[in-house]
């Protein structure tokens, strides 16, 4: 049996965990002009007290100039008095790399190459990124070498030349290989289910 002390201990422990201190920022990635209430973002708003329908309203409002589902990474800050000020990002480098190279998807494998583009591709990726504030400042050269560490993760590769008619024909090779990967993804997922 359980002294009172221990008893008491538990009883404050469990006060403690009811009042869980959230940061006053939100840091999401929200596609835009479609902020709505469902998972995973209403729930996020939902904990630190800001009125989901106010907050999409204003997001989407906030984003009406921009592509419908552009990812957006977003910082919501959030004041005591349960109002909140938005700050969007441009989208992340990994979106603009795939844009560029004309591809959804990147490499699954470290030996396969998703896609490729120029150099003149990293220099607007890293123009656009440089007037995000995290990136204030950093010089552009620091920028760029980001954007080429990024693209080779993607599995991306930087090339001094791109010829378009070549380009077309590696996107077709490059979509049936992607078919035949989601297709031994799919499998491998069915065999695991038969194995459960």
Known sequence: MASKGA????????KMMDKIKHPPLLKVIIPACQ????PPLGPQL?????????????????????KPGTPLPTR???????????????????YFLKMAAGTKKGAMSGQETAGKI?????????KIKSEDPPF???????????????AHSCGIEIVR????????????????????QQEELKQQREAKMLRL
């Open 7 to 14: 008893r008491r201990g538990m009883k404050s422990a469990r």
């Open 35 to 38: 902020a709505a209430a469902a």
């Open 46 to 66: 939902g904990q630190r007290g800001i009125q989901i329908a106010a907050f999409c309203k204003e997001f989407n409002e906030k984003t009406a100039d921009i």
């Open 76 to 94: 919501i800050t959030v004041n005591p008095d349960r109002t909140f000020s938005i700050v969007t990002h441009s989208p992340p480098v990994t």
């Open 118 to 126: 120029t150099l003149k591709h990293v220099y607007e990726i890293a």
């Open 136 to 150: 204030e400042n950093i010089p552009l050269q620091e920028i760029c070498k980001r954007v080429i560490g990024t």
């Open 161 to 180: 030349k791109l010829e378009s008619e070549d380009y077309a024909q590696f996107l077709i090779q490059r979509k049936e290989i992607v078919a035949q």
